[in-house]
């Protein structure tokens, strides 16, 4: 379990994103994943259930609520977490677990019965979820990451762009898998994570006296499309 932190989210535009990086590579460092060019991609599977009980309690902004998803970097399927991101008055919390590619095909197959017996509590989470509140895979949210880590306030950055959704399509190996930009979604969403505070040298970087925060879900975005 990771610890309770807090998460501010902004759209910016292709200007913004030129400044922020110009001024944020002299006193923050690239996330160690990244590729040569600072990037990597990011693919996750999202789950919810028959009533959309994720993506209802986004849209209608409930101070607490989770969501399951599993997720790999670079189409490197050797490196797969069972993920559980939860919000509670605006702290978050990410539970993972690792998951073999085996594992994920199980479970795309509704094959499941073996989670109960892991030796992963997440796992056994979302068994139990999958069966009392009829949790499915759902979707695919394909993206591209830019992050920055700044280690006084435990801060990191990152710069999202190109979100594109699997529409209803659960073949997260399918390199191939046809997925659709999201309409007038030519915005890049900033989000910045941090422990107790953020330092100002962070908020001057950002801007933060002149954005305002908002919601935003990658997840619900793409579904809504869909």
């Not at 986004?58 to 993920?83: A, H, M, Q, T, V």
């Not at 677990?97 to 795309?108: D, F, S, Y």
């Not at 197959?109 to 139990?128: A, C």
Request: proline share 3%.
């Amino acid at each position: 379990m990771s610890k309770p932190r807090h998460e501010l989210k902004f759209f910016i535009n292709l200007s913004d994103y030129y400044a922020l990086k110009n001024r944020i590579k002299h006193i923050a460092s690239l996330d160690k994943n990244a590729n040569s060019n600072g990037i990597y991609n990011i693919r996750s599977l999202y789950f919810d259930n028959f009533n959309d009980k994720a993506l209802m309690e986004k849209i209608n902004g409930y101070s607490k609520r989770e969501k399951f998803r599993i997720r790999f970097y670079n189409d490197n399927f050797s490196f797969i977490r069972l993920e559980k991101k939860s919000k509670i008055n605006g702290l978050c919390t990410k539970f993972s677990a690792p998951l073999t590619k085996k594992e994920c095909e199980k479970i795309l197959n509704n094959d499941i019965e073996w989670m109960l017996n892991s030796d992963k509590s997440l796992i056994q989470e979302l068994y139990f979820k999958m069966k009392s509140q009829m949790l499915k895979p759902k979707t695919v949210v394909d993206y591209t990451r830019e992050a920055y880590i700044y280690k006084p306030g435990n801060v990191r950055i990152t710069i999202d762009s190109n979100v594109k959704s699997g529409i209803y399509s659960k073949d997260m190996f399918n390199t191939n898998l046809p997925i659709m930009k999201i309409p007038n979604n030519d915005t890049i969403i900033l989000e910045v994570k941090f422990d107790e505070f953020l330092p100002d040298i962070i908020k001057d970087i950002i801007q933060t006296n002149t954005r305002k925060a908002t919601s935003i879900s990658k997840y619900a975005n793409c579904r809504m499309f869909g």
